[in-house]
């Protein structure tokens, strides 16, 4: 399968990114370079083969880790609003979204 | 004209009663001040990974046991991409096509009859944070964000179209929350938005078997909320569909001030979340022994307790329901009840007075200040006749403030029931005596005044006289002459 111009346009609307013409169209011949490579690898037969959820369980036991319920955070929030471009009362603030 | 017949099915969202957030170390609170609860990882700060937090995990694990549902031995984590203030990553981490659990019912007995809901699937998802647009608490042009609940952990339950109205949702809804509270998986809280809820309606013919249009119904975050505005909705789509129209495929907000539901967007121009599998997370595997040492951890639930109550005390429904909702009220009935109270008396108590005084004192029925033995021990003081009901639930009010026993406030404060006949004889005779003019009109045949005596010596006793004792004297001194 390859990918019209449509289709990335939608998908740059989706991941809000804002494509000149020129790039839209380089964005176009390189996701369907990525395309042709994924139409090999389904040329090979999976039959029977376990998917492997992640790269990392090729090289090693991938159990997920789980922690304990327990709080080990402490109140960052004047360091965590250092960077934030306006904050009011302890809020972030943001240009105004309505759905 | 063909009646409509609903067709119903509820995405519920549970959290979790964990200290600490899903992916993180950060308090779950909702009272402290905005964004004192967050950190790298539920601000969504560049190379911040999530850590699953295994009491979350425990507690989806138990939730989907209540409800009957197979708990996988593997689940996958995925990323629901989309873009909002409130979801600093851009994504919100949940499960996608491997949920941790499918395939449970909830069964109850409704007032119609026994109720059966299916369940499709749980599970577990972090929540987002809150965004204050304009207005009287938000800021001028600008949202502003709280990220306190960022990633707080949530179990998603989805049933299937199985209700068939706004009232049966409404009491799926409860009971799930109930069976929820009791196997300890949530606190519960409405208020807090412990639970919410969006509805999926569709309607058909009566009786046909072909689904309608669906339309999403969001917001819908009481018990009451949700009943009004599925009844709303069903109103709606069957005044769209009686009058030959077409229901649109959309996702509406039900809007509190106005009572109705208001299109938010249509299915066309849905979200696509693009779902791939997160990829900071291997599959999260769940042992057979794990899932074997939760299931042993699950209480009696309501639904059985409530039929074991019903039969082997003969309760009420209504009752039943009541005491069986919360194991720690059951415990308290049946505490009363094997102190030597008849069980009658004893629910009568615990959902009269008792629930009331808690309900004041915002107490959790363990947290009572009157146990279950002295409870027993007021009210056989009622039947023995030393103390009436009304003077009962005073001295329960004392026993309350007080920790005292009902015997001793019963002595202290004198508040026996006088049935002394000399003691009350002479308070007969002084009442008698005082209003000549009220006995010449008894004796004149006007037998109405006879309450006026009674009052008469209710009043000079503190009302602690014994009626029946009071009656049989008046009506001897009054006929004397």
């Given at each position: 399968m390859s990918l019209t111009p449509a289709d990335v346009s939608r998908i740059a609307h989706l991941a809000r990114l804002e494509l000149s013409p020129a790039e839209s169209d380089a964005m176009l011949g390189q996701l369907n370079g990525f395309f042709r490579i994924v139409e090999q690898m389904s040329a090979v037969d999976t039959r029977?083969?376990?998917?492997?959820?992640?790269?990392?369980?090729?090289?090693?036991?991938?159990?997920?880790?789980?922690?304990?319920?327990?709080?080990?955070?402490?109140?960052?929030?004047?360091?965590?609003?250092?960077?934030?471009?306006?904050?009011?009362?302890?809020?972030?603030l943001v240009p105004k979204v309505i759905e | 004209m063909v009646p409509w017949e609903p067709v119903i099915g509820l995405e519920v969202h549970v959290q979790l009663a964990t200290r600490t957030k899903l992916f993180c170390g950060c308090e779950v609170s909702s009272a402290d001040a905005p964004n004192s609860r967050v950190c790298p990882v539920c601000l969504g700060l560049p190379g911040a990974l999530p850590v699953l937090n295994a009491r979350a995990v425990d507690l989806a694990i138990l939730s989907a046991l209540a409800l009957g549902c197979t708990v996988h031995r593997r689940s996958v984590f995925a990323r629901k991409n989309y873009f909002y203030p409130d979801l600093p990553k851009g994504y919100q981490i949940t499960q996608h096509d491997r949920p941790l659990a499918t395939g449970g019912v909830l069964e109850w007995m409704g007032a119609g009859g026994p109720r059966r809901v299916r369940i499709a699937r749980l599970h577990l998802e972090e929540d987002a944070g809150k965004s204050r647009h304009e207005g009287p608490e938000g800021p001028e042009g600008r949202t502003a964000v709280d990220f306190n609940r960022s990633g707080a952990p949530l179990a998603e339950i989805v049933t299937e179209a199985d209700l068939d109205g706004a009232a049966a949702?409404?009491?799926?809804?409860e009971r799930l929350r109930e069976l929820l509270v009791a196997v300890g998986a949530t606190q519960g809280s409405m208020e807090e938005g412990h639970l919410r809820c969006d509805a999926n309606v569709s309607l058909r013919p009566a009786g046909s078997d072909v689904l309608g249009t669906p339309v999403e119904v969001k917001n819908l975050n009481s018990f009451r909320y949700l009943e009004r505005a599925l009844d709303h909705e069903i109103e709606r789509q069957a005044a769209i569909l009686d009058a030959g129209g077409r229901v649109e495929h959309e996702t509406r907000s039900w809007d509190l001030e106005t009572g109705r539901t208001l299109a938010m967007r249509s299915k066309e121009e849905a979200h696509d979340y693009r779902f791939f599998r997160e990829p900071d997370l291997p599959p999260l595997d769940v042992t057979a022994e794990r899932v074997a040492a939760l299931r042993a951890r699950l209480p009696e639930l309501p639904e059985a307790r409530r039929a074991r109550l019903a039969a082997s005390f003969g309760l009420p429904e209504a009752a039943a329901r009541q005491i069986s909702g919360d194991a720690a009220a059951a415990a308290y009935f049946e505490a009363v009840v094997s102190a030597g109270l008849a069980p009658r008396q004893a629910a009568n108590w615990i959902t009269g007075e008792i629930a009331r005084l808690l309900k004041e004192a915002r107490l959790t029925i363990d947290e009572a200040p009157v146990s279950p033995c002295a409870l027993a021990r007021l009210v056989r003081q009622v039947e023995a006749g030393t103390i009436s009901h009304g003077m009962a639930k005073e001295v329960l009010e004392r026993m309350w403030r007080t920790g005292d026993d009902p015997e001793a406030i019963v002595a202290s404060e004198g508040l026996a029931r006088i049935a002394d006949e000399d003691h009350l004889g002479a308070i007969v005779r002084q009442a008698v005596n005082a209003n000549p003019k009220a006995v010449a009109q008894y004796r004149g045949g006007k037998t109405l005044v006879f309450g006026f005596f009674v009052g008469q010596v209710m009043k000079a006793t503190g009302g602690k006289a014994d009626p029946a004792i009071v009656n049989r004297l008046l009506a001897r001194e009054l006929e004397k002459a």
């Open positions: 029977g083969v376990e998917p492997l959820y992640t790269p990392l369980a090729a090289v090693q036991p991938a159990a997920l880790r789980l922690r304990d319920d327990g709080v080990t955070e402490a109140d960052q929030r004047s360091a965590n609003q250092a960077s934030a471009p306006a904050v009011e009362d302890g809020l972030f | 949702a409404a009491d799926f809804f």
